[in-house]
């Protein structure tokens, strides 16, 4: 037999993972999600963790308990998918799993140093699949099932070497696209769902994480290693069917169940039997009733529709524009009217008629440049300031509400509510002010996120987090926190001296900007 191409390896692989029953599935994802689950917090322990020398040896025994379970796992799954194959007498998992977790642990040092030998990549990957798919007979002694495997994955080195090439690429798009879902996914459930959490408040950061980078690549690897391991249990059963014939005999079970098929259904119309004329114009124009038909019926005459909103609104206008263009067309033959009358029999009339048509050109010209200019001088001037502008008092701001929001006021209002307040003497309250209108300059230039449940300290670590490498600025918040926090919460008295410093540390920040 001639082996199956690379594309249509792959979708043989897709059409077999679709035949499979859902107990599959769920073993394979309880053994690969855990492993996965495991390894993306063994290495934040061991890297992030400052009790990570008193707990490496039991994490690692954990972490190795879950990589047997996972070869286990995948061992199941490659089971399944080669029983839709070639149904054959059950096999003795636990031994089974005995040897998966003898020969698969080799692979985690064997593999990389096939990667780095790069030649015997293709048959060294095929080998440790093909051995997870083994038959039942091979089962049972190991090393026949070694020899076995070692044979297929040489036979189907080509091959192998085609789905690697395929995979790659296939891989690194499902990555990508893998990468900027989970990216968009916080700010999505913020917009829609209203959700929020440490992920919507790390922003653009989230990405540059390696957590975030482990954990795309632990999805992606999740998704796309049954699509492989389907791929390679083909391979092998494309490789055992040339000296076994299983491909004909799984052909042979597949004629004979559409052989009887058609035996068991009985003949719609026996050889004589005829239907008479009315009954078969009636059944005619019944099957011509059905909608795979109805393209060749006559369209209905259709009912005049009552626009809906846009067109409404576009006839409207149209109507306008046309009364428009009817009034000008009408004031022009007004004024050619008048400059006829004034046409003085006997041919002397003529120059005053036409001077006077041209004045009304030049008086409607006129009119329309007015008119433009007036436009243009209203669109580019500017707003007057109000002479008597409407003052923010301290009567309209309760500022010692501990539910007030930096977002309830523009930053400039808060500004000029401190000032007003330190003109008056009331230096406490316009330092409230004055803070207010500091985290509000910050929430419009997004270093912070104002939310009623965070506190100072809260503000202070999400502008750590978000200005790295802007030491200056995260100092001045700092600064300026501290003076606030003493004088509001604290017992120190807010003097002229605080205040000044906190407006001028205020000033440094709005420069970052």
């Known amino acids: 037999m001639t082996s199956t191409s690379g594309l249509d390896l792959l979708e043989q692989s897709f059409g077999l993972l679709r035949r499979l029953p859902a107990s599959a599935w769920i073993v394979y994802f309880l053994g690969t999600g ?5 390894w993306l917090f063994f290495w934040e322990e061991m ?3 400052g009790m990570a020398a008193d707990r490496v040896g039991v994490e690692s025994l954990l972490l190795a308990g879950l990589l047997l379970f996972m070869f286990g ?11 839709l194959l070639e149904p054959g007498e059950p096999v003795d998992r636990m031994r089974l799993f005995l040897l998966q977790c003898l020969v698969q642990p080799t692979k ?12 015997p990549l293709a048959p060294v990957a095929a080998f440790y699949q093909h051995f997870s798919a083994l038959r039942a007979r091979d089962v049972g002694n190991w090393r026949t099932a070694f020899r076995q495997a070692v044979r297929l994955s040489q036979r189907s080195a080509r091959q192998t070497w085609v789905a690697l090439a395929l995979f790659a690429l296939f891989g690194v798009l499902v ?14 459930s913020r917009m829609l769902l209203g959700i929020e959490s440490n992920f919507t408040r790390a922003g653009t950061n989230l990405i540059f994480s390696t957590t975030f980078f482990r954990m795309s690549l632990a999805v992606t690897y999740c998704l796309l290693e049954p699509l492989w391991r389907a791929s390679q249990v083909l391979c092998s059963f494309e490789g055992e069917s040339i000296t076994t014939g299983a491909d004909l005999r799984r052909a042979l079970r597949q004629s004979i169940a559409v052989l009887a098929l058609l035996f068991a259904l009985p003949p719609a119309l026996s050889a004589g039997e005829t239907l008479p004329p009315p009954q078969l114009d009636q059944s005619i124009r019944q099957t011509l009733q059905q909608p795979e038909f109805s393209w060749r019926s006559p369209r209905a005459a259709q009912k005049p529709q009552v626009p809906g909103w846009l067109e409404a609104l576009q006839n409207g206008t149209r109507t306008v524009f046309r009364a428009i263009n009817r009034g000008v ?16 029999p006997g041919g002397g009339g003529t120059a005053p008629a036409r001077s006077l048509r041209t004045s009304s050109y030049v008086v409607i010209a006129l009119c329309l440049m007015l008119i433009l200019g007036l436009v243009i001088r209203q669109w580019r001037a500017k707003p007057a300031p109000l002479a008597e502008a409407e003052a923010i008092t301290p009567a309209t701001v309760e500022l010692t509400d501990e539910t007030l929001l930096p977002t309830d006021r523009p ?12 003109s008056k003497g009331e230096t406490r309250l316009a330092l409230r002010a004055l803070y207010l209108g500091c985290l509000a300059h910050l929430a419009q230039e997004h270093w912070i996120l104002v939310h009623r449940g965070k506190s100072n300290l809260d503000y202070l670590r999400e502008l750590r987090r978000r200005a790295k490498g802007m030491a200056d600025l995260e100092s001045h918040f700092t600064e300026n926190l501290r003076l606030y926090e003493r004088s509001w919460y604290g017992e120190h008295p807010a003097t002229a001296e605080t205040l000044t410093q906190f ?11």
């Open 108 to 119: 985690i040092a064997v593999l990389p140093a096939a990667a780095l030998a790069l030649l």
């Open 175 to 188: 990555w990508v696209n893998l990468f900027v879902f989970l990216a968009f996914l916080p700010e999505l």
């Open 73 to 83: 796992a995948q061992a199941s799954f490659s089971l399944a998918l080669r029983h």
């Open 411 to 422: 930053e400039d209002e808060w500004t000029i509510l401190g000032r007003e307040l330190m």
């Open 47 to 49: 890297t992030q963790s």
């Open 34 to 38: 855990s492993f996965s689950l495991g």
């Open 329 to 344: 067309r009408g004031l022009i033959e007004w004024l050619e009217s008048l400059a006829n009358r004034a046409v003085v």
């Open 503 to 513: 407006l001028a540390n205020l000033e440094r920040i709005k420069s970052h900007a």
